[in-house]
């Protein structure tokens, strides 16, 4: 795990919010009620109701003569209009595109940010899973096509968001993740606290140069006593977090896997997922497929432990993708994060091997299809290296 890390601070609130009616008022509150500076850095931006709500205040507060930056994916922004971009410019507000696309950067242009965060002031920050898209959010709806999470937190552990956000945004005219400089940081994964409230760390992924997220996942992983619960929208996990899970169900450990069904933006993913179900739940992990919409949440709890963000713990995610995790111990979060978990478990639909037996053979020729399709990337990739 090349590069330094974040250390734990504590001192920190959080707050969870649960899908795209509670955290994108409260974003938007932070947005227009900003004094000196706002940074955004999202993947997913498409022109819609959501993004209008987003590019006003954004034009707004820009106007006052705060400090407006913007961090957009390019892939992940196609769909957002010349007007709405233009519409920013003209406010004054500072926008950067990520890895524009080429065809003579090739594989490169693989390489994403997928990060999703706010920094307001420098004293208050969001981190999370979602995009500006009206699948999170339409103004005036009370519900979302997805449902997702962000945590909101003020404290000492903002300043190192904002530190990332800098960084990337310095580090974008190279086309690169972020290397930071020598001195920066701890050298390695710090120890995490036996016990705490208000502890927060910045765990963050840069397309394979540094990975401290699943490096910190794994360790949770294997030394988990009681629980250990992981939501993720797209299972393709790597060998280490497959074997981990085993392990821990194998220890006794209560391994729940919180996966989307078939309400899905990408049914070819959720069947190449599929292959992994039968050893997972033969070493007595149990798999809960959610119903009512879409799943988009990352989100991890081990015993107290936390990890939310953009990361979903797969291979691709961490093959290519910027990524960035809030890692927390606080009792209030944690209790949170537990009853929206147990919320969603009420409303999903259990797997086990009896139900997977007796699926259909259209869905095993599927399963079986986008599996070896994405074993085979994989490989392929892996030969690249």
Same mark, same amino acid.
Request: aromatic share 12%.
């Given at each position: 795990?090349?590069?330094?890390?974040?250390?734990?601070?504590?001192?920190?609130?959080?707050? *969870?919010?649960?899908? %795209?009616?509670?955290?994108? +008022?409260?974003?938007?509150?932070?947005?227009?009620?900003?004094?000196?500076?706002?940074?955004?850095? *999202?993947?997913?931006?498409?022109?819609?109701?959501?993004?209008?709500?987003?590019?006003?205040?954004?034009?707004?507060?820009?106007? !006052? %003569?705060?400090?407006?930056?913007?961090?957009?994916?390019?892939?992940?922004?196609?769909? *957002?209009?010349?007007?709405?971009?233009?519409?920013?410019?003209?406010?004054?507000?500072?926008?950067?595109? &990520?890895?524009?696309?080429?065809?003579? !950067? #090739?594989?490169?242009?693989?390489?994403?940010?997928?990060?999703?965060?706010?920094?307001?002031?420098?004293?208050?920050?969001?981190?999370?899973?979602?995009?500006?898209?009206?699948?999170?959010?339409?103004?005036?709806?009370?519900?979302?096509?997805?449902?997702?999470?962000?945590?909101?937190?003020?404290?000492?552990?903002?300043?190192?968001?904002?530190?990332?956000?800098?960084?990337?945004?310095?580090?974008?005219?190279? !086309?690169?993740?972020? @290397?930071?400089?020598?001195?920066?940081?701890?050298?390695?994964? +710090?120890?995490?606290?036996?016990? #705490?409230?208000?502890? #927060?760390?910045?765990?963050?992924?840069?397309?394979?140069?540094?990975?401290?997220?699943?490096?910190?996942?794994?360790?949770?992983?294997?030394?988990?006593?009681?629980?250990?619960?992981?939501?993720?929208?797209?299972?393709? +996990?790597?060998?280490?977090?497959?074997?981990?899970?085993? @392990?821990?169900?194998?220890?006794?450990?209560?391994?729940?896997?919180?996966?989307?069904? +078939?309400?899905?933006?990408?049914?070819?993913?959720?069947?190449? %997922?599929? @292959?992994?179900?039968?050893?997972?739940?033969?070493? #007595?992990?149990?798999?809960?497929? &959610?119903?009512?919409?879409?799943?988009?949440?990352?989100?991890?709890?081990? /015993?107290?432990?936390?990890?939310? %963000?953009?990361?979903?713990?797969?291979?691709?995610?961490? @093959?290519?993708?910027?990524?960035?995790?809030?890692?927390?111990? /606080?009792?209030?979060?944690?209790?949170?994060?537990?009853?929206?978990?147990?919320? /969603?478990?009420?409303?999903?639909?259990?797997?086990?091997?009896?139900?997977?037996?007796?699926?259909?053979?259209?869905?095993?020729?599927?399963? !079986?299809?986008?599996?070896?399709?994405?074993?085979?990337?994989?490989?392929?990739?892996?030969?690249?290296?």
């Amino acid at each position: 795990m090349p590069g330094p890390v974040f250390p734990w601070r504590d001192g920190n609130q959080f707050e *969870l919010l649960i899908d %795209g009616p509670q955290f994108f +008022p409260r974003m938007l509150s932070a947005i227009e009620h900003a004094q000196t500076q706002v940074d955004l850095e *999202l993947y997913l931006v498409e022109s819609g109701a959501c993004a209008e709500a987003v590019v006003q205040v954004l034009e707004q507060t820009a106007r !006052r %003569g705060v400090r407006v930056r913007c961090l957009f994916d390019y892939y992940g922004s196609l769909a *957002l209009s010349a007007k709405l971009r233009q519409r920013l410019v003209d406010a004054g507000v500072y926008l950067r595109w &990520y890895n524009r696309l080429h065809w003579r !950067r #090739g594989l490169r242009n693989l390489y994403r940010d997928h990060r999703k965060l706010l920094v307001v002031d420098e004293q208050w920050a969001v981190v999370g899973g979602t995009g500006v898209t009206d699948e999170f959010w339409q103004p005036g709806q009370p519900s979302s096509e997805w449902h997702e999470v962000m945590v909101l937190m003020q404290g000492p552990v903002v300043s190192d968001w904002q530190l990332l956000f800098d960084r990337q945004w310095q580090a974008n005219h190279r !086309r690169t993740a972020w @290397r930071p400089a020598e001195g920066f940081g701890l050298p390695r994964l +710090p120890k995490v606290p036996a016990q #705490g409230q208000g502890m #927060g760390r910045v765990a963050y992924a840069d397309a394979r140069q540094h990975q401290d997220i699943l490096h910190s996942l794994v360790r949770a992983l294997n030394s988990g006593k009681q629980r250990i619960w992981l939501a993720t929208p797209y299972f393709l +996990p790597t060998w280490s977090v497959r074997r981990s899970l085993r @392990r821990a169900a194998g220890k006794g450990v209560d391994v729940r896997l919180l996966l989307t069904g +078939p309400r899905t933006d990408h049914p070819s993913v959720r069947y190449a %997922g599929h @292959r992994y179900y039968p050893r997972l739940l033969r070493a #007595g992990v149990r798999i809960f497929e &959610y119903q009512p919409c879409f799943l988009h949440l990352k989100m991890v709890v081990v /015993d107290d432990w936390v990890s939310i %963000g953009s990361c979903n713990f797969d291979h691709w995610n961490l @093959r290519f993708n910027l990524e960035a995790n809030i890692e927390a111990l /606080d009792l209030p979060l944690t209790s949170a994060v537990v009853e929206s978990f147990e919320r /969603d478990f009420a409303l999903s639909e259990e797997v086990d091997l009896a139900h997977w037996n007796a699926r259909p053979f259209w869905r095993r020729v599927k399963q !079986r299809i986008w599996g070896w399709l994405d074993r085979l990337v994989a490989n392929v990739l892996d030969r690249r290296d």
